[in-house]
């Protein structure tokens, strides 16, 4: 199973930006997609943004739209997401994933560690 990486997190103001990145141990597929959760204290793990391995088809929530953007580099299997315009409610543990076909917001099988963002008002 392919092992995840994240770098990135730190402590940044409200209005401020990062940029996280996401490793894989070994390529991808073309039928693979890589995408981004979060989970925040005291609540579930949600949905952020995802890229298909092979098309560049992209997908957010609602709530990050705008703001962060996905991107991918095939050659050196990573994947990141840029953070635009911060806000506190964006202060999580940021995770990447991988998975097969289907649905960009779910079914993904392999996860990383975390990366922690936290944003300062």
Do not use: H
């Amino acid at each position: 199973q392919v092992q995840l990486v994240e770098s990135g997190g730190g402590l940044v103001q409200l209005g401020g930006s990062l940029r996280l990145s996401c490793a894989a141990s070994r390529r991808m597929f073309a039928t693979d997609k890589m995408g981004w959760f979060r989970q925040a204290p005291g609540k579930e793990r949600e949905f952020v943004a995802a890229i298909t391995w092979a098309g560049d088809r992209t997908y957010y929530a609602d709530s990050v739209k705008g703001r962060f953007t996905i991107s991918k580099d095939n050659a050196k299997n990573t994947v990141d997401l840029q953070m635009n315009s911060l806000k506190p409610e964006d202060t999580a543990i940021y995770y990447c994933a991988s998975g097969g076909m289907g649905p960009l917001s779910k079914n993904y099988d392999a996860w990383g560690q975390g990366t922690q963002v936290t944003v300062s008002s």
